[in-house]
């Protein structure tokens, strides 16, 4: 009688492209429309940088417009403005980071303690809700709360027999106020990743710590916390990407056109957009987008370096 041979299925890496892209043809697919998403608004107007080296004009289009190397990028250096600019996107930005990831793990934390599950529901909603404001309702609130005439403050002042305050006429009190405005309206959507991370903790863990005597805080301390140590590297590694990349719509909004204000509350965005605005200029709002794409891409790629050094499991790649 023949021996009977046994088929060693193939190693992964001893496979051709297509034959791993149909062995995994069930996750492609469900891959597929974040495929489709970035091809359609990252990858394809990649070409479009273009701009920010052309004299661009609407007869010649992109490609035909004069090639006028880095004069838009001058632009930015000789103004003046672009250290101030990125001191205060980068400022801002890092503030909301570090509040607005602090604060989510804070609520995310609050609402698995809680054993209500109506109220656990109720809270989440409320939370959640001011995520979905539009930012010019935002800037309406923020104004009818510290107009100088009929501002809510203000009422509140003189009825106490106080003088009136100008916040529109003092810039050093925005950033806070800013602050404050952006973790009211973010707070409730940051947290539901990391409440969902808790979520997917082992209760058997968390059983076995309560038989062992183990209080709130220290289950929090020793289990909870480590446990979303992952998520919080990610979220801050993804965040900085951005950190060059202002709120545009927070910032209008609230602030406006207010020059007096322009020196803690003006960032990249803003101040380009009313340079495009006035001067029609929309190779310079290429060139700066660009700069800050470079900028937030270097952030990323040493933040990633440094986490892959000190912890090579919490790094993306």
Excluded at 19 to 41: D, G, T, W
């Amino acid at each position: 009688m023949g021996k009977a041979t046994v088929q060693v299925p193939k190693r992964k890496s001893d496979l051709t492209f297509f034959q791993k892209v149909k062995r995994s043809r069930v996750l492609l697919l469900m891959c597929l429309p974040a495929i489709l998403f970035f091809i359609a608004f990252s990858y394809a107007p990649m070409p479009g940088i273009w701009v920010a080296f052309v004299r661009y004009n609407y007869r010649d289009g992109i490609f035909g417009s004069k090639f006028i190397g880095l004069d838009n990028f001058e632009f930015l250096a000789t103004s003046g403005k672009l250290l101030s600019l990125t001191k205060n996107t980068i400022l801002y930005n890092l503030a909301f980071i570090l509040f607005g990831n602090f604060l989510a793990v804070f609520v995310a934390i609050l609402l698995n303690e809680m054993r209500s599950k109506w109220f656990k529901k109720v809270s989440q909603t409320i939370m959640f809700l001011p995520y979905f404001i539009s930012q010019v309702l935002v800037g309406i609130l923020v104004f009818n709360l510290l107009n100088y005439d009929t501002g809510f403050v203000n009422g509140i002042l003189t009825s106490m027999g106080m003088e009136r305050w100008q916040p529109y006429s003092d810039a050093s009190v925005w950033p806070p106020i800013m602050i404050l405005v952006y973790l009211w309206q973010q707070t409730g959507y940051n947290s539901v990743v990391y409440f969902a991370a808790i979520m997917g903790i082992d209760g058997e863990m968390m059983e076995a710590a309560k038989v062992d005597g183990a209080n709130g805080f220290q289950r929090i301390r020793y289990i909870i916390l480590p446990s979303l140590k992952p998520t919080i590297v990610i979220l801050l590694l993804f965040a900085l990407g951005g950190i060059v990349k202002g709120n545009f719509g927070l910032f209008y909004n609230i602030v406006g056109t207010n020059p007096m204000l322009y020196s803690t509350t003006d960032i990249i965005e803003t101040y380009v957009y009313r340079a495009t605005v006035a001067e029609f200029n929309f190779s310079t709002a290429s060139a700066v987008g660009l700069y800050q794409s470079v900028i937030g891409f270097i952030i990323v790629m040493a933040v990633n370096y440094i986490v892959k050094k000190i912890e090579p499991d919490y790094s993306l790649f």
